[in-house]
């Protein structure tokens, strides 16, 4: 706790101290990058919660300086696993049993492991292989911890960072990184996606989704079918498999866009880990612990703020955007409706001759001079378009 809220402090620190000394935006750029290395050590050293903290800030880049999140990309889990014993306790107490009566075998090397779970290889009495993903033994008191210090580090930077109330809501922002979070830790919820999208795309063309085994699972424990298969951005796999990769384009787009615009819960996390294919050119969607939902009056105000451009009735779009959650309730509303009339004025055409870095950073530049802070539901769309630009790059 106390290296979480030291950190915490030394950063306060040293931010008001180039402002004061009016620093150049140069050198507040490396410093922002210092603290984002300082950070992203601090994560590896104290793991737990502080990793699924630096996953969720990397994907805050509408309010956050750009090379602190740099340092935070491509940020993945490196926590060693448990011991085997500590994981067959975990196992044995979820199952109120012995393993061996629940499964034929089940190899106690991790397959893989994260802040959160351990995934494990293992048979089942008819002989099905499958995944167990299983809680880290101490994860739960950990969070709590983490969840204490954060707190007391949002108070402070709620009451004395020198950031416009207006633009970052500390409060929200922790709110929603509880709420992310939460939602990791209980494995049922991870289960009951996976279902979902089993039903709903029961009838999709070669897509292979894992079946869950209810029976097995709990809040700490989730059985899937074990499904192998070649990242998607294997392009030496998909040569010599002689998969068609503009088909394959053409069907990951028929996968993925219906969930982003229609209302209902979308795969949050589809990076090429999590999206496989097999020598048939079928596509393997895995890992639902990470969703996002579009409900159905969200799905309404996007047409309403797509209308809302297209008219050019920046009065309704500002009222779309507030229901939406994008803009403070306090914030002034004729200023948001100037900037977008200018910012929206320019020749679209312009766009189509960017590449999707580009135009992100367009967005972000445009999200930064408005008080704006996207809901965590909407910013995985962000995190959506990073994956897809790198799963689309063996075409």
Known sequence: MWKIISLGISILVRIYWYQIRKKPKSVREKLWAKIGQEFRETLFELEGLLIKVGQFLSIRSDLLPGSFVKQL????????????????????KEWEGKIEDKLESIHPTAIASASIGEVYKGYLKDGTCVAIKVQRPAIRSIIQTDFRSLSIIIWIAHHFAPVPKQFVNFKMLFFELKQVIK?????HLEMEAALHFRTRFNKFNRLIIPRVFPDLCTSR???????????????????????????LSVRLLQLF???????????????AGNVLVKEDGSIVLLDYGMVGEISKKDA????????AFLLKNYTLAVKVLMDLGFIHPDANTKKIEMILKEALSIDMALYKEMDLFSVK???????????????????????????????????
Do not use: C
């Not at 309404?300 to 209308?307: K, P, W």
């Open 73 to 92: 990309e491509d940020l993945v889990d490196h926590v060693p696993p448990s011991s085997w014993e500590e994981i067959k306790d975990v196992l044995q």
């Open 183 to 187: 939602r990791e830790l209980d494995f």
């Open 221 to 247: 424990v989730l059985v899937m079918e074990w499904v192998e298969g070649r990242k998607i951005t294997d392009v030496d796999f998909l040569v010599q498999s002689r998969i068609n990769r503009e088909e």
């Open 257 to 271: 866009i219906p969930q982003w615009l229609e209302a209902g819960i979308f795969h949050a996390d589809p990076h």
């Open 300 to 307: 309404a105000n996007f047409q309403d703020l797509l209308q």
């Open 361 to 395: 950073k367009e967005l972000n530049d445009l999200i930064r001079s408005l008080p704006i802070q996207v809901p965590t539901r909407f910013i995985f769309f962000r995190q959506i378009l990073y994956h897809d630009r790198g799963n689309a790059t063996y075409d």
